[in-house]
């Protein structure tokens, strides 16, 4: 039957007797490969299955002995025995349906000074059996550590908020502020707060509420907001003078490039000491936009 099979197969496809023979042994090889996942599928369904079946014994075979615990107490209610995972001791574990190799885990875990702030923390144990713990869940008691004193600095803005409330119509210089003063307005960080102060000590001072949209990453919102909580009370600039400081002293001013500073004292090595703070409005770099912001923060003073 089978070399007629053969005969046919090469009479119809023209195949050789090599070729009519691999093809007969492809066929069944083929029938096989396509048939493994529905053979693997059911052997992995039936394996699943068992696991679960054997997850709730434990789980039931614990209860009934809890059960058996409170016989005799035939007018309580049965209250299923609760624990928490970081005391439990190694024997409590086993008790519990778990391996010793991995209640022994667990305690070396803890020894080492893990602990389960979650009952999820449980899961992460290695080969724990996941099914039966998280069967345990709503069994596992793990009290939530006491909440921990406000940094000092939280307490500080949390004060000066209050008394911003208390007082809305007050305003705070802006020159005196600190880093967590800022941070009442809503917008402002720890970042831009210490970009702030480190923008004003660069200055020497703000002599205008104005000066703090020049501060990078304060937005016109943000801005209008700090309007409402500071203000310039005491205008305070730190002067320099322009008759006997350097180039590189001058060009470290946010207003003043290293080519105009250079300018200001070339100005002045030529035609003796300024007189007066107006006389840099001779040199021709110098803008009165650039006169009226940098002024304020210049002097005369005369070198004996």
């Known amino acids: 039957m089978l070399t007629k099979l053969k005969n046919r197969i090469r009479l119809f496809f023209g ?43 434990i789980l039931k075979a614990w209860l009934e002995e809890s059960r058996s615990k409170l016989k005799g107490e035939e007018d309580k209610k049965f209250v299923p025995t609760f624990f928490d995972p970081n005391k439990i001791d190694s024997d409590k574990w086993v008790e519990l349906g778990f391996k010793k190799k991995i209640a022994e885990r667990i305690i070396n875990y803890r020894r080492k000074g893990g602990s389960f702030r979650e009952k999820e923390d449980l899961l992460k144990i290695y080969g724990i059996n996941q099914k039966l713990a998280t069967a345990y869940f709503d069994y596992i008691i793990i009290p939530q550590p006491a909440s921990k004193p406000k940094p000092k600095s939280t ?91 350097s180039i590189s002293f001058l060009s470290k001013h946010p207003y003043l490039s290293y080519k105009t500073s250079r300018a200001i004292i070339k100005y002045r090595l030529q035609h003796g000491d300024y007189q007066s703070v107006d006389e840099i409005k001779k040199i021709h770099t110098i803008s009165d936009s650039l006169f009226r912001r940098i002024a304020p923060y210049l002097k005369v003073e005369f070198i004996e």
């Open 15 to 57: 195949f050789s007797a090599s070729e009519t023979n691999g093809l007969l042994l492809l066929v069944p090889i083929l029938l096989l490969i396509l048939s493994a996942p529905s053979i693997v599928k059911q052997v992995l369904t039936r394996y699943s299955f068992h696991s679960d079946l054997e997850d709730k014994r």
């Open 155 to 245: 307490q500080i803005k949390q004060n000066f908020e209050k008394l911003v409330v208390e007082k809305k119509n007050v305003k705070f210089d802006v020159n005196l502020a600190d880093t967590t003063q800022f941070q009442i307005v809503k917008g402002i960080g720890p970042v831009l707060s210490s970009r702030i102060v480190k923008y004003r000590d660069m200055l020497g001072g703000f002599t205008s509420t104005d000066q703090l949209k020049e501060v990078y990453g304060i937005q016109d919102e943000v801005y209008e907001r700090m309007l409402n909580h500071f203000d310039v009370l005491i205008p305070s600039a730190k002067k320099i003078n322009i008759n006997q400081d």
